[in-house]
């Protein structure tokens, strides 16, 4: 068989069904997922006008527009399944390809950061009021708990052709911090900055292995809930 670099188109059924819900029912908490997030974003966007430019250097901000991205088409696919009970996008592998992709990717970043931030570079002190906090906990918690639901609800497949590309998306972002730190003298994470080589270096070091490390487990994971869903289907 010829090697392919790209990822062979997904079976379209599998953004809409679940093993273990109607799709009703993922297609209301897909929904709900949506609303929340944008929601959240709404808010932190009026909060931190002042600050435009400087709030969009973070990992954090980036990846969950690409959350609020993937419910708003997610919740789009599942209500036009329950509706017109036909597949969205039969016949269009570039887009299952597209919304499979950006699944895997923010089960990959959405976890990163999480790990990251709580463990790196999370302090209690900087939480001035409950609304900060609320902000706070569903910037960086909310988002990874909404994409593991989604994970144990869906059946979108890994595929291992899509973390490369992930991998250089996220050093794409490293370039677009450092030109943030040069540029504004802003620096959106302590341990970027390069002036601090040895610094710098582990922490790109951890930052690469907790990738991996994530990578292997959602493989697993995903492997476990499709052994799971075929053996309840069965019964």
């Given at each position: 068989?010829k090697f ?9 059924i599998?953004?809409v ?14 929904v709900i997922?949506?609303?929340?997030t ?12 002042p600050?435009a ?6 990992l ?13 088409i ?7 399944y ?6 969205p ?12 992709g ?30 900060r ?7 960086h ?5 909404f994409?593991l639901?989604?994970?144990a ?12 590309v ?16 040069v540029g ?10 390069y ?10 070091g951890?930052?690469?292995a ?13 492997r ?11 019964e």
């Amino acid at each position: 068989m010829k090697f392919s670099p790209f990822p062979t188109a997904p079976n379209p059924i599998n953004k809409v069904e679940s093993h273990f819900v109607s799709p009703v029912i993922l297609a209301i908490i897909r929904v709900i997922f949506f609303l929340y997030t944008f929601a959240v974003l709404i808010v932190q966007i009026v909060l931190n006008y002042p600050y435009a430019v400087i709030f969009y250097g973070f990992l954090t901000i980036l990846s969950y527009y690409a959350v609020i991205l993937y419910f708003l088409i997610s919740s789009g696919l599942s209500l036009y399944y329950v509706i017109k009970k036909r597949v969205p996008w039969e016949k269009r592998p570039w887009a299952n390809r597209f919304i499979t992709g950006l699944y895997i990717a923010l089960m990959i970043d959405t976890l990163l950061v999480t790990c990251i931030y709580w463990s790196m570079l999370f302090s209690g002190d900087r939480i001035s009021t409950p609304l900060r906090s609320w902000l706070n906990i569903s910037v960086h918690a909310l988002q990874t708990v909404f994409m593991l639901i989604e994970f144990a609800l869906c059946k979108h497949e890994w595929n291992w052709k899509y973390p490369p590309v992930v991998a250089i998306v996220l050093f794409i972002y490293l370039a677009w911090a450092l030109i943030v730190y040069v540029g504004f003298g802003f620096l959106v994470y302590p341990f970027l900055d390069y002036h601090n080589g040895k610094l710098f270096g582990s922490a790109i070091g951890i930052v690469i292995a907790v990738f991996v490390v994530i990578c292997v487990i959602m493989y697993i994971l995903h492997r476990i809930r499709n052994w799971l869903g075929l053996k309840m289907s069965k019964e």
